[in-house]
């Protein structure tokens, strides 16, 4: 897929917030982040560990934890967004896959309780059957089961 310049409202900050994810989860910044740490550290005796020597660590960790914040959930919620999506083409493209969990993230928690009481059903169904090569969709759980039973015989 051929990359293009998109000038859409939010397309800065996602490219900004994935170069810095990636920048500040290098070895490079956990580097140079500990040696900060040395740095104040060491020159504590210079300045007699006086409250405005903690008040600059303090300071510094504080801000930039709470940028890194806002940050780090961008490139998550884009990285979600595009495993949601690859996930439902597979689901798309599978025939015997039910197309109901398709967008399964925007149901409610209850209706999520529901699908997983599903799967758990499926789970039983296929551990009875000792068998790890069978599966079923939430669609024909049971006729599926059953079928397979009947051929096996």
Known sequence: M?????????????????????????????ATAFIVIIVWAVSGPLFKFSDTWQLVINTGTTIITF??????????????????????????????????????????????ETVKKYYIKLSRLAEKEKDLHTSHSIDEAEENHEEKLKASK
């Open 2 to 30: 051929k990359k293009r310049k998109n000038k859409k409202p939010g397309f800065s900050f996602d490219r900004f917030s994935a170069s810095i994810t990636r920048a500040t989860g290098s070895p490079a910044a956990f």
């Open 67 to 112: 940028l890194m914040v806002f940050i780090i959930q961008q490139s998550q919620n884009k990285d979600t967004l595009a495993m949601q999506l690859k996930l439902n083409e597979l689901i798309a493209a599978a025939r015997e896959a039910s197309n109901r969990m398709i967008d399964v993230e925007d149901l409610t928690e209850a209706e999520l």
